[in-house]
């Protein structure tokens, strides 16, 4: 009993810090982001001088790739990337994401219904590039 009795406790003060955390991030002055892309990488190939390996991303890795683009009033943002902001722009059937320091960029487009992506990041002279399907696409 005692063991229940925490617990209530644990979720009683987790959603209280949520309710805090929400209200706060809601009183800002901002107007909240919404999210344009939400996506699990499949697939995974690095690059740098010595060569180039592809691999499967296992489900248990796949949570510590996602790709997360959202939008807060007309600014795109790199959200699972450090908050990078990104340039937009629409070339036919891709809408292309591009962090404007080099850091890399994100190619979404809608293929038989799926929304599929392709994540590439340069980390100096090394390249990562991550291929996944998009859970929720939110593109206009």
């Not at 919404?34 to 996506?39: E, I, K, R």
């Not at 060569?51 to 959202?70: A, F, P, Q």
Request: glycine share 8%.
């Amino acid at each position: 009993m005692k063991q229940f009795r925490v617990v209530q406790i644990l979720l009683l003060g987790i959603i209280t810090l949520f309710v805090v955390v929400m209200s706060f991030n809601q009183s800002n002055g901002q107007s909240p982001s919404t999210v344009v892309v939400n996506g699990l990488p499949m697939k995974k190939v690095m690059s740098d001088i010595e060569g180039t390996e592809s691999m499967n991303v296992s489900e248990k890795e796949r949570l510590s790739y996602r790709l997360l683009i959202t939008k807060r009033d007309k600014k795109y943002v790199w959200s699972s990337r450090e908050n990078k902001d990104l340039i937009f722009s629409k070339n036919g059937d891709y809408y292309d994401f591009v962090e404007p320091n080099g850091r890399g960029y994100i190619r979404v487009s809608i293929v038989d219904g799926k929304c599929l992506y392709m994540e590439h990041l340069t980390l100096g002279f090394k390249n990562i590039t991550y291929w996944g399907v998009g859970e929720e696409c939110n593109l206009k």
